[in-house]
């Protein structure tokens, strides 16, 4: 009786999780389900939805951003002596968690005592920067601390950090200021879950005991942000992760207050929607549907469809080149990466949609990017060097879905097409609607300047609200990639015809 009881308990505990799982990832995959009933939330959202100061309209106009993975997962690089870790770990950065029969003996013991090896000589926070800046990244996301717990900055909260190691010398102050110095902003990305601290909860603490030990921890993490704060004043923003666990989820006082704190510690400090949730365990948006935070954090590996998914919200989509590889991988093989131009239509899909696109890198034990990134960075680079106009500091169009490509615009008069699908008789048609008050009136292929006709096409199509304007690709024109159509909008020359419709 007991075993079938604990059998009933355990399955009851299983199926809650998986529903509440299905529930916090359907905002992810489709429109927002609004709450048919408000509640009173006292530990909701602690700032407006689209700011309006210049932190957040720098965010708004980055278009393309980086992150970087690194750490003590960069030596192992997803396999141990020889033995692969895809099986057995979710990803590169996961490894620690290795587990099952291919394991290592000792595994976590063995991970935990990596930093005793790790000396990246050829780390250079300036080369990285530099290849950011090439091609065409306006933000980064740099790790500080992962799940491990490693810290990659001289921290005085812990011995686990950067100055036990044969490097010692302080990593993310080199990020902040290589990458603050070509003019690119930098986010710090932060692991609250922290697998071999013994302060650390995973579900709610019960007993006294267990509360008070999880508070100690609770106050390291508040030091530990405190001082990057203090540390790398430089900083737009923090990314955050490892926040699901119901201790943290149940500490919603404590990291409501936190927020505060750092907030008037940092003003115009950006924080994504994943740091905290409100007292009723929402993350992401309060019990109201409101954001929590200053932009959607839950676009990983993915992309909206729709624009009314993102319910007018600020967001950012973070991606990765292996399937789900964030840190290094020393063996792409066997796996799909991601082609330039598959990168090239999520970054316009992104832009599209008023979100940026981030990439991510994962540097090897020695501080080089793997020779597939140093690839696509240049190729993606060359790329936006003819075509970052439609890229940075663009908006959404609100225009018919074009199966060409996409749609971005600077303001009403200037609008973008980047052309994914070029059509076999190369007319790149634009459907306005018929009273519209600026249409495209003149074209132009951006790097190539020379003038495109364009042509009123009033199809007549009964009960068409859309009339439309033909732009002329030259046949001798020859692309590789996508390219970008960019149109002055003007007054119609001429309106659409109006003629009486045949009685059905």
Do not use: C
């Amino acid at each position: 009786m007991m075993k079938n009881k604990l059998m009933l308990k355990y399955t009851l505990a299983l199926l809650g999780f998986i529903l509440l799982g299905q529930t916090s990832q359907a905002q992810w995959t489709g429109p927002k389900v609004k709450p048919t009933e408000k509640k009173e939330v006292k530990y909701g959202p602690l700032t407006d939805k689209n700011r309006k100061d210049a932190n957040m309209e720098a965010f708004r106009n980055y278009g393309l951003g980086q992150f970087i993975h690194w750490g003590l997962y960069a030596i192992p690089g997803n396999e141990w002596e020889g033995v692969s870790a895809r099986k057995g770990a979710a990803a590169s950065e996961w490894i620690r968690s290795w587990s099952g029969p291919n394991a290592p003996k000792n595994w976590k013991e063995t991970y935990d005592n990596l930093y005793k090896q790790f000396n990246p000589k050829d780390f250079d926070a300036k080369r990285w920067a530099k290849q950011a800046k090439a091609m065409g990244a306006k933000y980064m996301i740099f790790t500080t601390k992962h799940h491990d717990g490693f810290a990659l900055w001289p921290t005085k909260t812990t011995d686990y950090n950067i100055t036990k190691t044969p490097f010692k010398k302080d990593v993310v102050k080199a990020v902040v200021d290589a990458y603050t110095a070509e003019g690119i902003d930098v986010y710090l990305y932060f692991s609250v879950l922290e697998w071999n601290n013994p302060d650390y909860f995973y579900k709610a603490p019960q007993t006294e005991a267990e509360k008070a030990k999880y508070n100690k921890f609770l106050q390291y993490t508040r030091a530990q942000l405190l001082e990057l704060l203090d540390n790398y004043p430089k900083i737009k923003g923090f990314w955050f992760d490892g926040t699901w666990d119901q201790a943290w989820i149940q500490s919603y006082d404590f990291t409501y207050n936190l927020e505060k704190e750092l907030r008037a510690k940092h003003p115009g400090l950006i924080i994504g929607s994943r740091f905290r949730n409100d007292e009723y365990g929402k993350r992401h948006f309060d019990s109201n549907g409101n954001l929590l935070g200053d932009y959607e954090q839950g676009w990983e590996r993915k992309l909206p469809k729709d624009y009314s998914w993102l319910d007018g919200n600020d967001w950012d989509a973070v991606m990765t080149i292996p399937p789900n590889g964030w840190g290094y991988m020393k063996d792409w093989s066997g796996l799909y990466t991601k082609t330039t131009d598959d990168l090239l239509d999520m970054l316009m899909q992104s832009v599209s949609m008023n979100g940026n696109f981030v990439l991510n890198f994962g540097p090897d034990g020695l501080g080089n990017m793997h020779p597939g990134e140093d690839k696509l960075a240049k190729e993606l680079g060359d790329w936006m060097k003819v075509n970052h106009e439609a890229v940075y500091g663009v908006r959404h169009v609100d225009l018919p879905l074009s199966k060409l490509g996409y749609y971005t615009q600077k303001d009403s008069t200037t609008l973008y097409l980047s052309v994914f699908n070029r059509p076999v008789n190369n007319i790149a048609r634009i459907a306005v609607a018929k009273n519209a008050k600026l249409v495209p009136v003149s074209a132009q292929i951006l790097g190539d300047g020379k003038a495109l006709v364009v042509k009123h096409a009033d199809i007549g199509l009964d009960l068409d609200k859309q009339t439309y304007y033909d732009v002329y690709i030259p046949e001798t024109y020859k692309s590789n990639r996508a390219f970008v159509i960019k149109m002055q909008m003007g007054n119609p020359a001429s309106q659409s015809e109006k003629l009486m419709d045949a009685k059905m």
